[in-house]
């Protein structure tokens, strides 16, 4: 059974920072492209950062400069690096593991099952 359990959200204050986690089992890791979404109330999916399988990364220019990504395959585990955050970061944050290409808002083989991230002013 594939699962993708995400976990280190919580609240902060804005300018406060936060790293997610995301543990992956059932699956072999190595061989997929991974990202993080967030959802915020009312409002689209949105991808926030990308990282292939041999390490390449992306991140959208609303976070450039303040979130990153990273993974550790020897850990099936792949991570989220947030800073300087914002009011309008919270939302709820997805990982997702996609093979053969990276994940998308609508496409992804797995999701997980979300952690909430909440910024105040």
């Known amino acids: 059974q594939v699962q993708l359990v995400e976990s280190g959200g919580g609240s902060v204050q804005s300018g406060g920072s936060l790293r997610l986690s995301c543990v992956a089992s059932?699956?072999?890791?190595?061989?997929?492209?991974l990202g993080w979404f967030r959802q915020a109330p009312g409002k689209e999916r949105e991808m926030v950062a990308i990282i292939t399988k041999s390490g390449d990364a992306g991140v959208p220019d609303s976070v450039k400069g303040r979130f990153s990504i990273s993974r550790d395959d020897a850990k099936n585990t792949t991570y989220l690096q947030m800073v300087s955050l914002k009011p309008e970061d919270t939302a709820m944050y997805y990982c997702a593991a996609q093979i053969l290409a990276c994940p998308t808002v609508r496409r992804a083989l797995f999701w997980g099952q979300g952690t909430q991230v909440t910024v105040s002013s």
């Open positions: 059932g699956i072999v890791f190595s061989r997929f492209c």
